[in-house]
């Protein structure tokens, strides 16, 4: 861009773009792109790859000897997926639309610890969900869901309890997905917000309904691949292409120096100021040491911190989708694959937010409070960067992002509904076909009540950011429970029941409670502040933490692991994919087990305590030291990039060859499988033959 040195009736210099004067808010009702963008956005792409997907899924089964889905296929996907597939799985299922939007916006609130507040209070959930991961192989490996699991050895109170809490998690998750998608994609290109709240879940309708937990798992792959294309464009476009660390130091600097004086002048227009205190990124960051963006010591970086932890917590360990992942997972790959996957999305964040999230600050972009709050951060920049070009790209990775979790979640509902309500009080008796019928049915349905749940949110006034903060009063009293239910021998069921809901009530009244106290009264403003928000996040999972531990050692189960699985039955009894003897190695899964809960532990407590201790001496950072920070977000964003999209291919190497050159024969013998590859199929199923014997 061209800039422009603009000198102030007071004799100050502004750095503000010259093309921004005047303005008093990015987009000001304007979208940069037309609404048939949207429309091929939105039902273009969504089409493009439920097609594609359908297409890889017939070709695997064609030519790779893929089995034909069942409802165990449909649901565990053979329970043989890979690690890097896992871990692409992960990252996919993780980002956000509020990882994309909101990450932005807290580095537009707090500077740089914003975006490390979030990646590290984000990632550390799934560091530790592979300890459960590898526990569900070795206590559960027959598991649908997670709610089986607590319905075998806790019973229908307990089953019943985290039924709902897991419902509520898949609701809150979709509907925050959907209430920062269809914000932006109104932004960006004028599509009516309600009716893309509508239209969005229809591409994942159609190949998570066609192919189940297998192509979600593919179609992931992919829209990870693209999101970390984009992340890798906008970071080399900040910080190599259009500026350098040490410009965008300077200019933060500038931005804080500026006094309520000036910064009325810069956000005025005709001799008339539109500025307020806290509208706009102008003048000195509240409750940061020096006032700086560029600091760790922030008293609001913190709070987002632990709220972020508590609440994520929740949304990790009560969300269905992460334990289907886990019951996909091969046993010795699914310790690695959530480790993996923690580590690579935590770029995604960090990198993309220490990027767009404070150049939208460095250059003073007239972004307003509610704008950020909306998750409109990373468009105005990338707008303003790359033009008609750079809300295209912005718009493409949110798609994906939303897609991605959008289909995990649908697959998710499908599984609760299929397994812990339909066959569990409905159809005692059902079998393969109708189970996959029932999933295929919650999957279309809970796909056209997912725009009516964001509408609701919107008419009641929350955005991205409220629910964001909200959601761990929710679920976050279920998460201790469901640890103990899967590593502690004495969890007992009547307690975790008690701990739950005594939990959600009283994160609740303490909540409304403290609102009271800091605001006087209750609003949907005062509900949101990070104080009160924080309150109800800590006693929600503290609160049951100590009430189900208490419990337990008055009342104590002394359950028995080894009878867990006996309680879980398989529908298709035939279906033995992931469930070998070799599966179920003792051996294997507990060095799998130590793996990583060492690991795991040791990547939490740096990623939470030893990091942010290490940049407290920096306190405001200089020159040098904030340039080695954008070093290593770069440097984590591409090795992510890396190996999330490498790795997968070399894993699956073989059935891509196998697939290749099947679909090869068959073209050159003109649709007919050629003698050549019947007879590679054959001894392809004489070896299988064998090994199942």
């Not at 310790?335 to 460095?362: D, E, N, V």
């Not at 649908?410 to 339909?422: C, E, G, H, K, R």
């Not at 609740?508 to 209750?522: A, F, P």
Request: glycine fraction near 10%; aromatic fraction near 12%.
């Amino acid at each position: 861009p061209i800039w422009k040195k603009v000198r102030m009736a007071t004799e100050f210099v502004s750095h503000q773009p010259a093309q921004y004067a005047g303005q008093d808010s990015f987009f000001g009702g304007e979208a940069p792109l037309s609404q048939a963008v949207g429309y091929v956005v939105v039902l273009g792409f969504g089409a493009a790859f439920s097609i594609f997907t359908t297409i890889i899924v017939m070709l695997d089964k064609k030519f790779s000897g893929g089995k034909a889905i069942t409802s165990e296929q449909f649901n565990t996907a053979g329970r043989s997926v890979k690690t890097g597939l896992t871990a692409s799985v992960i990252v996919s299922q993780w980002t956000w639309a509020a990882t994309l939007l909101q990450s932005s916006n807290v580095a537009w609130q707090y500077g740089v610890s914003g975006p490390f507040w979030y990646a590290s209070g984000a990632t550390v959930q799934v560091l530790l969900f592979g300890v459960l991961a590898i526990s569900l192989k070795k206590v559960a490996p027959s598991a649908h869901t997670v709610c089986e699991i607590v319905n075998a050895r806790w019973g229908r109170a307990a089953h019943i309890t985290f039924l709902c809490f897991c419902f509520m998690a898949n609701i809150i998750v979709t509907s925050m997905l959907l209430l920062g998608g269809a914000a932006t994609v109104e932004a960006l290109t004028g599509m009516p917000r309600k009716l893309a709240s509508f239209l969005i879940p229809w591409g994942v309708i159609l190949y998570t309904a066609a192919g189940g937990l297998k192509a979600t798992f593919i179609a992931s792959y992919i829209h990870t691949v693209i999101i970390f294309a984009v992340l890798i464009t906008m970071i080399t476009m900040v910080y190599i292409k259009e500026y350098s660390s040490t410009q965008i130091y300077n200019f933060l600097e500038e931005t804080i120096s500026q006094t309520d004086e000036q910064c009325s002048e810069i956000f005025s227009k005709d001799g008339v100021s539109f500025y307020e205190e806290g509208k706009y990124a102008c003048g000195m960051v509240e409750n940061n040491n020096s006032g700086s963006y560029l600091t760790m010591l922030s008293g609001g970086g913190l709070m987002f911190g632990i709220i972020n932890i508590v609440g994520n917590f929740g949304t990790v360990f009560v969300d269905q989708s992460y334990w289907q992942s886990a019951i996909a997972a091969k046993p010795t790959s699914a310790s690695r694959g959530y480790l993996l996957g923690g580590i690579c999305w935590f770029a995604i964040p960090f990198s993309l937010a220490t990027s767009l999230g404070l150049a939208s600050t460095a250059l003073m972009l007239p972004i307003t409070k509610d704008e950020a709050g909306s998750g409109l951060v990373p468009p105005a920049v990338a707008y303003h960067l790359m033009g008609n070009a750079g809300s295209f790209l912005i718009l493409t990775m949110l798609f994906m992002a939303i897609v991605s979790t959008g289909s995990a979640e649908s697959i998710a509902v499908s599984s609760l509904v299929a397994y812990d309500v339909y066959r569990e009080y409905i159809n005692p008796e059902a079998t393969g076909a109708q189970i996959l019928m029932v999933s295929r049915v919650v999957i279309v349905v809970f796909g056209l009540l997912m725009g009516g749940l964001s509408v609701l949110l919107d008419i009641m006034g929350l955005n991205l950011g409220w629910v964001y903060l909200f959601m761990g009063i929710c679920i976050g009293s279920a998460v201790v429970p469901l640890w103990n239910m899967m590593t502690w021998e004495k969890a007992s069921g009547t307690g975790a029941v008690i701990a739950a809901w005594s939990g959600f009530v009283l994160a609740v009244i303490g909540w409304l409670v403290g609102t009271v106290v800091q605001s006087g009264s209750i609003t949907i403003e005062n509900l949101g502040k990070s104080e009160v928000m924080l309150s109800g996040n800590l006693i929600a999972i503290c609160s049951s933490g100590i009430i189900h531990y208490v419990y337990s050692m008055f009342y104590p189960q002394n359950f028995n692991f080894d009878t867990l699985d006996a309680n879980i039955k398989l529908v298709e009894v035939e279906e033995t994919s992931g469930l070998t003897a070799e599966d179920k190695d003792p051996e294997v899964l507990d060095k799998a087990y130590k793996w990583i809960t060492r690991r795991g532990w040791v990547l939490t407590i740096v990623l939470v305590v030893i990091w942010p201790l290490l940049s407290i001496p920096a306190g405001k950072f200089s020159e040098d030291y904030f340039a080695f920070w954008v070093l290593i977000s770069i440097a984590w964003g591409f090795g992510a990039a890396i190996v999330i999209t490498v790795l997968p291919i070399m894993e699956s190497s073989d059935e891509i060859s196998t697939v290749l050159s099947g679909l090869f024969c068959f073209v050159r013998a003109g649709g007919e499988k050629s003698d050549e590859y019947v007879e590679r199929e054959t001894e392809d199923k004489g070896k299988v033959e064998v090994e199942d014997a």
